[in-house]
């Protein structure tokens, strides 16, 4: 996106008609050139997943889902992310709003007056002085980036007499000017004159981040959200495999008391066994129907036929070992994290305000200039001086005022400077001294924010080793119980053990399985977290951030 420059140009003579034309021309389109190009911006922040835009597949009463699909639809659907678009949408009409400087500026004053006064001399020719007229003045201007402001004016007045003095009566008067004022201390140069410009296009780009920023919160919380699901479904299944070893047990005992090999008692064991399992299952299937919710708030699900539909997740846990080197994360992280960027923006803009703030302390020393032209024309009344008689009358009018104009017959300039100063100066000297502090606190939260991203990117690492090496363990763990379920059984066939024994062993087992879908779903959201911490997740995820319109 451009900013318009100020049109380069030389002093020009006018020595005919022609000359001054040309320079007329000329800068009426300098002025005018602005408008159209200053105003072109395009609004477009779109998420655009590599895999394309999912169908969804509803089989058997099953709205099934891969967590590419998930994601997706939370990308597209997402709540949140509509309203970081609105936000987009207004910093970049906010950028819009501050190029609105360059656009020209067209003027127009069109009046009339009617004056009587007292006769100040019998030579008047009357008691009452009456004079009246009108005038219609145009003009255009606009501000260039150096500061200074041009303008072109075309101004015309007709005017009347009972005056005996007045001989053009009616008289036309036309001027063309052209002015230029440019501030040649306090206020010049682009640094000063665009800063609002500046500081707009920085919200626009720290939009972008905050817009990327909430892209990568919604991946987190869909992943977080999808191996919940998957978790609480496993967790459940683990419940009804306990369920099932325990009502095994019970029907066991049913027919060793049956036939009088074991006391009744065992039989009540068995029973509360089952209870104790039957209220593991009724939590497990609310946590499922929680998760289910979760997920589908993510995704926006809001049709009724589809927020009632049961999901079914494809996507297998399982996925093999991250290596992770920590010096390196932490370099990524420090050059892609989002709030990084954003904060080196703002540091940035405030370092250039140090700037424009350190010019405001000089005096205003404007330099004015104006060339023009002028005609004049009207009824020529030439009347004796002591008589009053008439004695010369020539026609005329606004044409031969506009034809002395034309040709530059009569020229006329003007310079000079305008100087300007605070005695004191306070107001300036406060306001850089705020941004230098504002400069200065904005460097110590950077230095603090890039610190706190290298200790959470280390934390993060280490919780991943741990996620990883706890897998390990619960496999580990899983297996050994399976095996001391196994032996168990066989001393309890052998009546060496009882029902309690046998409960408490499946109990262990129960948990090392829980413990061991904790860890695969928590090894997977410990990736999600890490690839978030070294702002990878959405290149992880395969997903793109489109920008048609980079600042």
């Avoid at 370099?331 to 904060?343: D, F, G, N, Q």
Wanted: proline share 3%; aromatic share 6%.
């Amino acid at each position: 996106m451009n900013i318009i420059s100020s049109p380069s140009g030389t002093a020009h003579r006018f020595p005919s008609v022609s000359a001054f034309g040309l320079v007329l021309v000329i800068a009426v389109a300098a002025i005018a050139s602005a408008a159209s190009v200053a105003t072109a911006v395009t609004v477009s922040r779109e998420v655009m997943p590599t895999a394309g835009t999912p169908n969804l597949r509803i089989e058997d009463g099953k709205l099934r889902l891969t967590l590419d699909e998930a994601r997706e639809l939370a990308l597209q659907r997402n709540l949140s992310l509509v309203v970081e678009r609105f936000r987009q949408v207004e910093s970049v009409l906010g950028l819009r709003q501050s190029l609105g400087i360059y656009d020209p500026n067209l003027t127009a004053d069109v009046g009339a007056f009617d004056e009587t006064q007292p006769s100040v001399s019998f030579l008047d020719g009357a008691d009452v002085r009456v004079n009246e007229g009108q005038n219609w003045n145009f003009g255009i201007g606009r501000l260039f980036s150096s500061g200074g402001t041009g303008s072109v004016s075309w101004n015309n007045q007709r005017s009347t007499s009972n005056s005996s003095f007045a001989n053009l009566n009616p008289s036309y008067r036309v001027d063309f000017d052209l002015s230029f004022r440019q501030p040649l201390l306090r206020d010049f140069g682009k640094m000063n004159t665009e800063r609002f410009i500046r500081i707009a296009r920085t919200n626009v780009n720290i939009s972008r981040e905050s817009f990327e920023a909430q892209v990568v919160a919604t991946l987190q919380s869909v992943e977080d959200a999808y191996w919940n699901l998957v978790e609480a479904e496993a967790q459940l299944g683990v419940a009804e495999e306990s369920l099932a070893l325990a009502e095994q047990l019970h029907g066991q005992n049913r027919i060793r008391v049956e036939v009088g090999t074991l006391a009744p008692l065992e039989l009540v064991q068995s029973e509360a066994g089952i209870a104790i399992r039957q209220e593991e299952i009724i939590r497990a299937r609310g946590l499922v129907g929680d998760s289910e919710d979760v997920l589908r708030q993510l995704m926006n699900l809001r049709e009724v036929e589809l927020w009632s539909l049961k999901l079914a997740l494809e996507t297998d846990p399982e996925r093999e070992e991250v290596k992770i080197d920590v010096d390196a994360a932490i370099a990524i992280a420090l050059a892609e994290r989002p709030e990084l960027r954003s904060k080196r923006m703002s540091q940035s803009d405030l370092n250039q305000d140090l700037g424009y703030f350190q010019n405001q302390k000089l005096p205003r020393l404007d330099l004015r200039v104006v060339y023009g032209v002028n005609g004049l024309g009207g009824d020529l009344r030439e009347t004796n001086f002591f008589t009053g008689e008439l004695v010369r009358e020539a026609p005329g009018g606004y044409s031969d005022a506009l034809d002395q104009a034309s040709r530059a017959n009569f020229l006329g300039w003007s310079a000079g400077v305008n100087v300007a100063y605070s005695i004191f100066n306070r107001e300036a000297k406060a306001r850089l001294a705020l941004a230098e502090a504002g400069f200065e606190r904005g460097e110590m939260e950077l230095e603090d924010l890039e610190l706190a991203i290298t200790t959470s990117v280390r934390r993060i690492a280490r919780f991943v080793d741990t996620a990883r090496q706890g897998l390990e363990s619960a496999r580990v763990s899983s297996r050994l119980a399976e095996k001391n379920l196994d032996a168990e059984q066989k001393r309890y066939q052998n009546g060496m053990s009882t029902s309690f024994q046998v409960l408490e062993v499946q109990e262990d087992l129960t948990a090392a399985r829980s413990r061991e879908v904790a860890a695969v779903t928590g090894y997977r959201k410990a990736l999600v977290q890490y690839y978030r911490s070294i702002g990878r997740l959405a290149e992880e995820s395969g997903v793109e951030i489109a920008d048609p319109d980079p600042a």
